[in-house]
C-alpha cells in the first residue's frame, strides 16, 4: 500500500534519527549482523535493502517494509534498536533513553506505537544525556533585576514602532547588568547588526525580534549567514521574543554546523525573576549547542526539568 504524504515526511525523519545507530554494512571482518543489513535481514526484509549510500539506503528500507510488509516494520525497528544499543555501546557512544524516546514520537506518524520501546522498565535501563547545568554563581541585585522585569512588562503595552527599538535598549541593560559589555546596533555595508557583546573572550552578534509570530527557518538563516560572514571566531545570539517554529528548527538543524543558539521571552522572564543568571544560561546554551549541534534549547529543558 503506497505511503501517503504524512507517512513519507515521518519515514524521512526517522530514518534520520536511525542514521547512526547502526553502520549500512558491517566491516567484511566485522560481525555481519551489526548492521542495518543485518537487522534487514534477521526480521525477512533483507531484499528491501538498495545497498545505495548509507541514508537514502535506510530510508528506502524503512519505506519498503512499511509499503509492503506493514506488519514487520515494528519488528524491524525493534531489530535495529537492539543492535544498535549494541553497536553503539561498543563504541563508547551508547544509545540514550532521549534518543528512544524521540524515536518514539516519530514513529507515531506512521500510526505505530511499539511496546517494547515504550516499556518503562526498558527505558530505565539506558543512560541520560548528560545536560549541562545552569548555576546560580553571581548573584545580582534584587532591584536591579525587579527594573529589568518592569521594563520588559512594559515593552508588551507600547506600539510594535517603538517596541524593536525599545527591546533592543532593555537587552543591551541586561548584558551590562550581567558584565557582557554590549554594544549597541550597527550597519554594515547595509546589513543591521542589532548589537554584540563579549563573554569568554568571545565576541556573540545579536539579533533581537519581538513580534507575535514565531522566527521561522528563513530567519535564523539570515542570522547565521550575517555571523558567518564574519571572522571565523564570530558567534550569534536570537533572541526571539516569540520563540521559533518547530519547522523552522527542525529544517536549520539539517543545515550543517551552527554558530549561533537561541534564546525565547521565556528564557527571559527566568532570568529577570532571578532564577537563572543571563551569563551561565548562555554558555550552558553554547556548550549544548557545542556538543549536540542543537541551535535552540529552553532553559527548563538545559535544567533537566523536563
Known sequence: MPLDLKETQAIGKIADHLYDYLPGKAHPYADQTISFLGAAKAVG?????PNTSKLPSVKKLLELTLEHKRPIFCKLIVEVVRRGISYRSGKGNP??????ETLNKLIV????????LWDIGFLETLPRREIPVVEKKDIINEQILKDLKDKLIT???????ERGFAFEKL??????????S??????LQGEQIDGSFNLDGETYLVEAKWRNAQSGQEDLLIFSGKVGGKALWSRGLFISYAGFTQDGLEAFSKKGATSIIGLDGR???FIVDGNHNLKEVIQAKARYAAETGIFYISVLELMGKF
Open 109 to 116: 506518524g506512521v500510526k505505530f506505537k511499539i511496546p517494547e
Open 267 to 269: 528564557d527571559l522572564w
Open 182 to 187: 554590549p554594544r549597541g546596533s550597527f550597519r
Open 155 to 161: 515593552l508588551g503595552k507600547i506600539n510594535p514602532i
Open 45 to 49: 526484509v533483507g531484499e528491501f535493502w
Open 95 to 100: 544509545i540514550y533513553r532521549e534518543d528512544i
Open 171 to 180: 537587552l543591551a541593560d541586561m548584558f551590562s547588568v550581567f558584565g557582557l
